[in-house]
T-cell receptor, first 116, second 115 residues
Framework: EAGVTQSPTHLIKTRGQQATLRCSPI?????VYWYQQALGLGLQFLLW???????NRGNFPPRFSGRQFPNYSSELNVNALELEDSALYLC???????????????FGPGTRLTVL | AQSVSQHNHHVILSEAASLELGCNYS??????LFWYVQYPGQHLQLLLK??????LVKGIKGFEAEFIKSKFSFNLRKPSVQWSDTAEYFC?????????????FGRGTSLIVHP
């Protein structure tokens, strides 16, 4: 069974540009989560999509946005890039939203974004 | 909102030493608890999880964790570490009610095991 895939592996941009990161979840998973992993800060939650809808977002400015497509893949867009956006961006997927919150997340390898 | 605290940011051990990594959380309701591991050059993977039942849970590679509800803790343990356990370890907590089931992660603990 294929795991969560992310592309590109590395992305280098300059300040002010826009970045688009992509994620394909495990087959059968409808929820996709995006996290930012900056050095020494652990994983900071960015966005959660389920069944094509944005369900929750973390404490990030509106220039971080995304969407989920009908095939459950997802895009994360970061506009007006700033130097501090340099980080590893992780995507995770899980089975359908359940009331217990017992969703085990499966992570992709991440996209390393460097802003110069 | 919940928060997770991992007390040890960096741990250095020799092979065969015992390991205990601390994890405390703050949240008033019931939670699911996770430990994830990130080996060098690999992606994050689940080590073990607690949803309900026996508070002592066993995971892969000889790891175990104990949920102590009264202390809001979920410490990770391994009796004898190996060089291959060198990795970054993350504790995560997810509420089971209230509408937001997003796990909150701790800042991680970097473990280095010397051969």
């Amino acid at each position: 069974e294929a795991g969560v895939t992310q592309s590109p592996t590395h992305l280098i941009k300059t300040r002010g540009q826009q970045a688009t990161l992509r994620c394909s979840p495990i087959s059968g998973h409808t929820s996709v989560y995006w996290y930012q992993q900056a050095l020494g800060l652990g994983l900071q939650f960015l966005l959660w999509y389920d069944e094509g809808e944005e369900r929750n977002r973390g404490n990030f400015p509106p220039r971080f946005s995304g969407r989920q497509f009908p095939n459950y893949s997802s895009e994360l867009n970061v506009n007006a890039l700033e130097l501090e956006d340099s980080a590893l961006y992780l995507c995770a997927s899980s089975l359908a939203l359940v009331s217990s919150g017992s969703n085990e997340q499966f992570f992709g390898p991440g996209t390393r974004l460097t802003v110069l | 909102a919940q928060s997770v605290s991992q007390h040890n940011h960096h741990v250095i051990l020799s092979e065969a030493a015992s390991l205990e990594l601390g994890c405390n959380y703050s949240y008033g309701g019931t939670v699911n608890l996770f430990w994830y591991v990130q080996y060098p050059g690999q992606h994050l993977q689940l080590l073990l999880k607690y949803f309900s039942g026996d508070p002592l849970v066993k995971g892969i590679k000889g790891f175990e964790a104990e949920f102590i509800k009264s202390k809001f803790s979920f410490n990770l343990r391994k009796p004898s570490v190996q060089w291959s356990d060198t990795a970054e370890y993350f504790c995560a907590v997810s509420p089971t009610s209230g509408g937001s089931y997003i796990p909150t992660f701790g800042r991680g603990t970097s473990l280095i095991v010397h051969p």
